[in-house]
């Protein structure tokens, strides 16, 4: 089921979307098989920590998070992959590992990797693992205000 949180707020700004449900599957790059969608549009989120503060990312189903590399794109010493507690603690409407790339509705700060810019849309998880939606990048990027880095 979608995050209602996110559904009323994409309503609120009059963003056009579409969900597609899907069989259950266990990471990114399998919905994205499972949805016929190509893996470098089909975002995955991954929750990091950054001393104090949580911290989002978002990349392609295809891409992995390089802990190095984002180190030094964001000046940061200090950065851990989220636990499955911490996940459900930020989105507890969600379902662990099927955050929506709106990190923006859960006070924290998104980094996109530049990658996910070069497509016209933009698919994800919204809350839960068996429905994913779709909308354009543009629009996803108007409400998020991401930080675009290479990671």
Do not use: W
Request: hydrophobic share 40%.
């Amino acid at each position: 089921m979608i995050s209602q949180k996110l559904r009323s707020y994409l309503d609120n700004h009059q963003v056009l979307y579409q969900t597609k449900p899907h069989v259950p599957t266990a990471d990114a790059m399998r919905t994205a098989q499972a949805t016929h969608t190509p893996g470098r549009e089909f975002a995955k989120t991954v929750l990091i920590k950054a001393n104090d503060r949580m911290l989002m990312t978002v990349m392609p189903s295809t891409d992995r998070v390089h802990l190095d590399e984002l180190k030094q794109a964001l000046g940061e010493q200090n950065l851990a992959l989220a636990t499955e507690d911490e996940m459900l603690a930020a989105f507890p409407d969600c379902e662990v590992g099927a955050m929506p790339p709106f990190g923006n509705l859960y006070n924290m700060e998104v980094f996109v990797n530049e990658h996910l810019r070069r497509d016209e849309k933009i698919s994800f998880n919204a809350g839960s693992h068996d429905e994913v939606m779709q909308m354009s990048y543009q629009d996803f990027e108007r409400l998020v205000h991401p930080h675009v880095v290479h990671f």
